[in-house]
């Protein structure tokens, strides 16, 4: 591995990590709703599934799930349905009679969701082949493996820990809980419109 081609990957790892989606809306909505502690859990177990889907990627995995047709489907409507699943409680959340704010999810639903949210997206591991293919060779050692998809995981962690400290400032969580009731209605908005994205990509072949 030289440096050089380190970098590249790095570069690539950091525009795919901040590219708006529905991983960012998943990590705002559980620093919003559960917290700080929520939020930074919801980015480690999601920098872990991008880990562990770079590193299949790597190995080969990710091509036999490509070369597969059925596989794909099944992990592209997974994928679909698990993020309509999501999009729905938010937007069908309402305030209780106590005009609480809504129940903060669990530490177990906020590890859930950041891995999941990863693993039911197939297109992370094609973005992992095309990024993997122009770097990774016959003689790559398999510890040059390791440390590129290790730079997956932290550039990915790390960006939404960053997320999930900043969303949770006290001067700005106190504003933004106000209105929490909305923002899990926008939040689940924006991931069911994700949702129907990614099935009309499905149904056109995509």
Not at 101 to 121: C, Y
Not at 137 to 147: E, M, N, P, Q
Not at 198 to 203: A, C, K, P, S
Request: net charge positive.
């Amino acid at each position: 591995m030289t440096l050089a081609t380190w970098l590249t990957v790095v570069t690539i790892c950091i525009l795919g990590a901040m590219s708006p989606g529905p991983s960012l809306a998943l990590v705002l909505k559980q620093t919003l709703t559960g917290g700080r502690g929520n939020g930074m859990i919801t980015a480690v177990t999601h920098g872990l599934g991008v880990g562990l889907y770079a590193l299949l990627s790597i190995i080969g995995l990710a091509a036999v799930i490509t070369a597969s047709p059925l596989a794909f489907s099944v992990l592209q409507w997974g994928g679909a349905l698990y993020l309509a699943w999501l999009g729905f409680r938010g937007l069908t959340a309402r305030r209780s009679e106590t005009d609480a704010l809504p129940d903060a999810p669990t530490t177990a639903s906020a590890a859930r969701d950041g891995f999941l949210i990863v693993f039911l997206n197939p297109k992370i591991a094609v973005f992992f082949i095309a990024l993997f293919s122009q770097v990774v060779g016959a003689d790559t050692s398999f510890l040059a493996k390791l440390g590129y998809a290790a730079t997956a995981m932290v550039i990915d962690g790390g960006w939404y820990l960053v997320v999930a400290w900043l969303f949770s400032n006290p001067r700005w969580l106190g504003i933004l809980q106000r209105h929490t009731l909305w923002f899990e209605r926008l939040f689940g908005a924006i991931l069911v419109g994700l949702a129907g994205r990614l099935v009309i990509g499905i149904l056109n072949g995509r």
